[in-house]
């Protein structure tokens, strides 16, 4: 199993479409987790971190499940510009808790 | 502003050759990192840093070497490339120890091995 796994996709999506992405994440010891957002042979860049009460950035929601060892990105009212790769990231996985493990992404197009 | 860059942005080299890859931060960020992206693996932790004259092994760190002489500069050196080594490499920095600080990362050096 993955230490991080996230659906590679791709999505396809309308504009104005609500779209979410799951990730799970298998050391049950680990304690931060993260949206990083990566355009098309551009460099990652964080989109949010993701609280244990669930968080919220303008169309974006993040939540965390640590029964089930998942976490989820909703958007909301997709806008073009939100085409791009996300990438689910989370700490401890590799074994060492100050070291991040990124999943493989998830593709995200959204259409005219 | 502030910034992070990595160079060359693209490098075509043969199997066998020493690679040096550049990553220059001006945030003086004491934390520093080197990643590589390959498809279906998403970024996988080379080495880093957490201040100067300390570097640590990362997940895929064979056939990789890093020092840290200042605290803008960790260069990435491939001693012997090989044709696995073909990817594109990331550098980031962090101005705190992760996880809990947003990293930053370089545009990239897309690498290829001959």
């Known amino acids: 199993r993955k230490e991080v796994e996230q659906d590679p996709g791709p999505f396809n999506v309308p504009e104005g479409a609500t779209v979410a992405f799951n990730c799970t994440y298998s050391n049950s010891a680990s304690q931060s987790f993260f949206w990083y957002r990566q355009d098309c042979r551009k460099e990652p860049k964080l989109l949010m971190s993701?609280?244990?009460s669930g968080n919220e950035d303008g169309r974006f929601t993040a939540q965390l499940n640590r029964a089930s060892q998942y976490i989820s990105l909703l958007i909301r009212d997709s806008k073009l510009s939100d085409s791009a790769t996300y990438l689910c990231?989370?700490?401890?996985?590799?074994?060492?808790?100050?070291?991040?493990?990124f999943g493989s992404g998830t593709q995200l197009t959204v259409l005219p | 502003d502030a910034e992070i860059t990595q160079s060359p942005r693209h490098k075509i080299t043969e199997t066998g050759r020493q690679v040096t890859l550049a990553c220059h931060q001006t945030w003086n960020h004491n934390n520093m990192f080197w990643y590589r992206q390959d498809l279906g693996h998403g970024l996988r932790l080379i080495h880093y840093s957490y201040g100067v004259q300390d570097t640590n092994k990362g997940e895929v760190s064979d056939g990789y070497s890093v020092s840290r002489s200042n605290t803008e500069d960790l260069p990435l050196t491939l001693e012997s490339a090989a044709s696995s080594q073909t990817s594109v490499y990331f550098c980031a920095s962090s101005v705190g120890p992760s996880p809990q600080y947003e990293q930053f990362f370089g545009p990239g050096t897309r690498l290829t091995v001959l």
């Open positions: 993701v609280y244990s």
């Open positions: 990231v989370v700490n401890g996985a590799s074994g060492s808790a100050r070291q991040l493990t």
